[in-house]
């Protein structure tokens, strides 16, 4: 039998003494780095609902379902299917919307616990009802753009309203005249107002 090595003997002792080297997990949380990418989670009011992480997911762990009747956005993220990658923070439109938290103990046996949800209200083109995008988005695209928003009268009369000075249109009876133009309209609604002579 061969004896045992000097420096073998050494750790097997400061081992005895000092206990062991890894984490006490389940009893007490592990510290974790600052740049540790945990648990995705979004700022309920930083988010404009526009879609870029569901976008940029690799993992397809973020759905965006857009609910016309009620003119709600839901976005939700599965975090039994996300990897942390970090993508959904990295490419935020407002930087602020998804964050990524130091959380990573997500065992759970409840599945809906693994799931979050965020909603905001959308706006609908006014003429045919089409999803334009939603509310918070396109007045954060207004309050970015400045002055440059009287180019557009959709973004125009969506910051004219969050400002309560103008009051929402009811939606056109009759059919599309050029005087409709100062409305909140998609893009082909926009373009069929435009050839209207």
């Known amino acids: ?4 090595k000097l420096r073998e003997l050494k750790e097997a002792l400061t081992a005895i003494f000092r206990g062991p080297y890894t984490a006490n997990f ?4 592990t510290p974790v780095p600052e740049t540790f990418r945990g648990r995705p989670r979004f700022d309920e009011d930083a988010c404009v ?11 397809v762990a973020m759905e965006m379902q857009d609910d016309v009747k009620g003119a709600v956005r839901q976005i939700t993220i599965r975090l039994d299917r996300c990897i942390f990658c970090g993508q959904c923070h990295a490419n935020c439109l407002t930087k602020e919307g998804v964050k990524q938290t130091n959380e990573y103990d997500l065992a759970t046996t409840d599945p809906t616990e693994l799931r979050e949800r965020i909603e905001k209200p ?12 939603a509310r918070p ?3 954060w ?24 000075v103008v009051d929402r249109q009811p939606p056109p009876t009759a059919p599309l005249h050029r005087g409709d133009r ?4 998609c ?9 209207i002579v």
């Not at 389940?26 to 949380?29: F, K, L, R």
């Not at 753009?145 to 009287?150: A, I, M, Q, R, T």
């Not at 100062?182 to 309209?185: A, D, E, F, N, Y």
């Open 49 to 59: 609902a526009c879609g870029a992480c569901v976008n940029v997911c690799p993992a």
């Open 137 to 139: 988005h396109v007045e």
């Open 187 to 195: 893009p082909r609604c926009r373009q069929v107002t435009s050839l």
């Open 1 to 4: 039998m061969r004896t045992p």
């Open 141 to 164: 695209v207004a309050r970015r753009l400045g002055p440059l928003v009287f180019a557009n009268p959709s973004l125009l009369l969506t910051a004219l309203q969050e400002l309560a």
């Open 122 to 133: 959308l706006l609908l083109c006014e003429a045919c009802g089409a999803v334009i995008g």
């Open 182 to 185: 100062l409305r909140v309209l």
């Open 26 to 29: 389940p009893a007490e949380p």
